[in-house]
C-alpha cells in the first residue's frame, strides 16, 4: 500500500491579468509545507503535478522548503478548468474586476451555476474539454499511480481535479463534488491510501502546516 499527498497549489493571483502565478503568499505557504514533510521526515518516490505555472511554482516551493530535488511527471489533465470559459458560458456579458466582496460572491455564484450545467452537458464552455473528458484526465493519473508507484507520491494539483478525484472514488454527487471544490484552500493536503486495484480517501483540506498560531492570517482559499 502506498500513500498519494494530494496538494493545491498555494494561494494565486485572483483577480489580476494572470492568474495562474503564486502571489508571494502562495510562494511562502508552498515552501512552508515542504518543511513541513522535511520535519515529519517524509520522503516521496515519485511526484505527479499539473502543466499550470502555479501547479510548478507550488512544486519548487515545496522541493525548496523539502530540500529535495526531482523531476516531476508532467500530467495536463490535473490542469484546472478555465473558470472564466465557465462562467462565460452561461453569463457573456463582461463582468468587473471581484475586488469588492460583493462581486467576489457574486463571481462565485455564476461559478457554481456554469460548474453544474457543464457537469450536466447543458453547456460547453469554449475550449474546455467535455466534463466526462475532464474526469476521465483526473482518473487516468490515479490510474497511472496504482499501476507504476508504490510509497509515498506527491501529486499537486487544484481544487477542482482534487475534488474530482475525490468525488470519482466516494462516487459523489456532481453537487456535491461542487461542494467540496469551492471548499478547498490553498496549499492544502489530501491523502489516498492506495493498492494497484484502489484508492481509498484518509483525509481531505488539510493545512497541517499552517496550524501554528503564527500562520494564521496564511490561510486562504484562492
Same mark, same amino acid.
Given at each position: 500500500m502506498g500513500t498519494l499527498y494530494l496538494v493545491r497549489h498555494g494561494q494565486a493571483s485572483f483577480g489580476a491579468d494572470d492568474y495562474d502565478r503564486l502571489s508571494e503568499l502562495g510562494h511562502r505557504q508552498s515552501?512552508?509545507?515542504?518543511?513541513?514533510f522535511k520535519g515529519k521526515g517524509l520522503e516521496f518516490q515519485a511526484v505527479i503535478t499539473g502543466t499550470l505555472r502555479r501547479h510548478q511554482e507550488t512544486f519548487a516551493g515545496i522541493a525548496r522548503g523539502l530540500d529535495w530535488q526531482a523531476q516531476p511527471v508532467l500530467w495536463p489533465g490535473l490542469n484546472e478548468y478555465d473558470s472564466e470559459a465557465v462562467i462565460h458560458a452561461i453569463h457573456p456579458m463582461p463582468l468587473p474586476k471581484p475586488d469588492t466582496p460583493e462581486l467576489y460572491r457574486h463571481h462565485f455564484r455564476l461559478l457554481r451555476d456554469g460548474l453544474t450545467q457543464w457537469m450536466a452537458g447543458v453547456v460547453s464552455p469554449r475550449g474546455m474539454p467535455s466534463y466526462n473528458? *475532464?474526469?476521465h484526465g483526473v482518473s487516468s493519473a490515479l490510474d497511472h499511480v496504482r499501476q507504476n508507484c508504490e510509497g509515498n507520491v506527491l501529486l499537486v494539483s487544484s481544487g477542482g481535479p482534487i475534488s474530482t478525484a475525490?468525488?470519482?472514488?466516494?462516487?459523489t454527487t456532481p453537487e456535491a463534488t461542487i461542494e467540496l471544490n469551492l471548499r478547498i484552500r490553498n496549499s492544502s493536503v489530501t491523502e489516498f491510501? *492506495?493498492?494497484?486495484?484502489?484508492?481509498?480517501l484518509v483525509t481531505y483540506n488539510t493545512l497541517p502546516h499552517l496550524d501554528h498560531p503564527d500562520h494564521a492570517s496564511w490561510i486562504t482559499h484562492a
Open positions: 515552501e512552508r509545507l515542504g518543511e513541513y473528458d *475532464f474526469v475525490v468525488g470519482h472514488i466516494l462516487g491510501h *492506495f493498492t494497484p486495484k484502489r484508492h481509498s
